[in-house]
C-alpha cells in the first residue's frame, strides 16, 4: 500500500464573499474532502482473490463495520471498493452523529407505523448513537468522537412550536433529553439571528470522518479482513452454493456477498438501482480564523442544522478553527461545482454576514443514498444478496450500526435482529425518472423553504 494523496498545503483559498457573488476561480480551492488532509485515502496495489468466504462491496463505514465482526468470528472477508477504499460518503460527511430518529416526526412515525414498532424504531435509533461511541471506545478509533450536542434552527417561529412538541414525544417515547432555546437566548448557542430559536439534542456528537474510516479499516483488516481498492463491481450471478461476482475482467467466487455502496449504488443489480436514488451534498471549510473571531460564532462548539426541507449544516472543524458549512446541492456536476458551492458560500453569509472576506480554502461533494420511504434498509435481496444502504443523510451511526447488525445476520446470530427487519423496500415505478429528476424535487422543496409554504 502506498498513499496516492499526499499532505494537502494550505491553498490559497477564495473570499466568501467573491465565492457568493460568483467571482470564482476553481484553481485557488483544494477539491478534495478537507477531511483527506488528516486521513489521505490509502491506494492498494494488489487484485482481490480467486474465491473468498465473504465478498463485501463497498469499503465506507458499513462495509467496514460488518468486515470486523465477520472477520473476528473467522470468516475469510474480502472488501472491495470501486475507488480507494473510503472514495464514498464515508470520508466526505459532516461527522456530524445522531441517532437518525429525526427523520420523521415521532407523531408521524407512530401514525405510520403504530405505537409499538416506532418506539422499537426510535429506540434502536438511540442504541445506534450508543453504539458508535462504544466501538470508538472499545477499538481506541483517534477520531475526535465528542458528545458536543446537536443545535437545530428553526427557521420559522411555526417551526419553532412544531420542534418543541416533537421534542417532547422525543422525550416520551425514546427517553431522549432535549433542551428548548428560545430566539431570545440563542446567542449562547450560536452568534446568528437567522434562526427563530432551536432545539438542543445534548446527546448527539461530532467525530472526524476520515480519521473514524482510517481506525474503522484498519481493525477490520488487523482483524483479518482484506480491503482492496479500484475493484468496480459489476454482474453478480447466484450459483448453487455462492455467487460468481464480476470484478473488471476477472471473476470471483463468493459464498456470500454484501453489498454496502448506499449512495454510490449503480449497475450493481436492478434490485438496488430501483430502490436508491443517489442525492448531491457539499461542503465547504474556511481557512483557519482568529480565535476572537471564531470562538464567537459556535460557543457551544457543537454540530449544527436547520429546519428546511433541502437543509444545510455545519460545524467547527475537531481541531482547527474552521468552520465546516454543507448542504444538499441541486444540479451537482463537475463543471458546475463552483454554482454549487457559491449557493453554500451564500447560505453561511446569510447565518453569519461578518464573514465575507475569511476565505475558502476545500470544498468537496458526495453522495448520500435515499430510499423511497425514507427508512434506511437491511436484509437479503431475491438473488441472496445480503444488503444495508438507504440512510437518507443521517448514515455515520446508522451504517456503523447496520454494518454490524448485517454481519450478525449473515452469521446466524440472534443479536442480529433490528427493528427495520421488516420494513418492506420499497421500489418506485417511475425509479427510472427519480435520478434525473431529484434536482427539479430539490429546487421545488427549495421554494417552499423560501416561501414557507
Ligand atoms: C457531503 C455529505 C455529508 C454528510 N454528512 C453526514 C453527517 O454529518 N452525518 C451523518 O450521519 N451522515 C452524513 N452523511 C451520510 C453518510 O456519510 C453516509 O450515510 C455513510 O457514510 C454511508 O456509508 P456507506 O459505507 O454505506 O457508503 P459509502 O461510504 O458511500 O461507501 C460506498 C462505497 O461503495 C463503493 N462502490 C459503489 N459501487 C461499487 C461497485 N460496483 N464495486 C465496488 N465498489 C463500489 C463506492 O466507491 C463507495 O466507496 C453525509 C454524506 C455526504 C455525501
Redesign the pocket.
Known sequence: MSDQYEKTIEPPGIRLGDLAAGRTRSEVISAR?YWWRAAPPRATSTFPPQSTDVLI?????????AALVLARAGRQVTV???????????????????S?NQKFRVKTLIAMQGERKAVELLHEGVAMLDGIEALVRDEQIDCSFRRCGRFRGAMRPEHYDAMARDMEDLARYAGVTFEMVERRNQHTEIATDMFHGGSLLPQDAALH?GRY?AGLMARAIAAGATVFGN????AIARERDGHNVQ?GNRTIRARDVLI?????????SPYFDQRIVPV????IATEIMPPEVFDRLMPGGR?YGCTNRVFF?F?PAPDERRLIW?GRVDHFKPETAMAAYAHLARDLLRAFPMLGDVRVTDA??????HSFDDFPHLGRAPDGVYY??G?????????TH??RKIALKMLGHADGRSAFDDLAFPSHPFHAFARPAVPLVESWYRARDFTGL
Open positions: 474532502p462491496v463497498g469499503a465506507g463505514y458499513t462495509g467496514l463495520s472491495v471498493d470501486a475507488g480507494v477504499p473510503g472514495f464514498g460518503a464515508s470520508t466526505r460527511n459532516g461527522g456530524q452523529v445522531g437518525g470522518p474510516h475493484s468496480p463491481v459489476g470484478i454496502a455502496t448506499n449512495g454510490y449504488t449503480k449497475n450493481v448531491g451534498s457539499a461542503q454540530v449544516y460545524r454543507g468537496w461533494s458526495g453522495l448520500i443514498g444495508a444502504m440512510y437518507c443523510g443521517t448514515g455515520v451511526s446508522r451504517s447496520f454494518g
